[in-house]
């Protein structure tokens, strides 16, 4: 089992900054895949960062450049550093892990984004 909790959502305006957090109750050396996805209102869930315990690192085409995916194994969490925020960029961030052939999901953080 893995709980992740993330962290660091919140309502800023257009051309802001976050940095989300995923704390992981397990080492994130052991943990083969790790990502982000979003969700906003009424769409699908979407895949937005992935970084794999190699340092393999990929991004969707529409964060690409303002997005920033890290992770800290020390403290077993992943980051995800956002720049230059837009409102399309307002959704629900989970993150997520994938050990082995099992999954684990946060619970999720919220952040909007204002014009």
């Known amino acids: 089992q893995v709980q992740l909790v993330e962290s660091g959502g919140g309502s800023v305006q257009s051309g802001g900054s976050l940095r989300l957090s995923c704390a992981s109750s397990?080492?994130?050396?052991?943990?083969?895949?790790m990502s982000w996805y979003r969700q906003a209102p009424g769409k699908q869930r979407e895949l937005v960062a992935t970084?794999?315990?190699?340092?393999?690192?990929s991004y969707v085409d529409s964060v690409k450049g303002r997005f920033t995916i890290s992770r800290d194994n020390a403290k077993n969490t992943v980051y995800l550093q956002i720049n230059n925020l837009k409102p399309e960029d307002t959704a629900v961030y989970y993150c997520?892990?994938?050990?082995?052939?099992?999954?684990?999901w946060g619970q999720g953080t919220q952040v909007t984004v204002s014009s």
């Open positions: 997520y892990a994938r050990v082995i052939f099992s999954a684990y």
């Open positions: 970084i794999t315990s190699g340092g393999a690192i």
């Open positions: 397990r080492s994130t050396i052991t943990i083969g895949v």
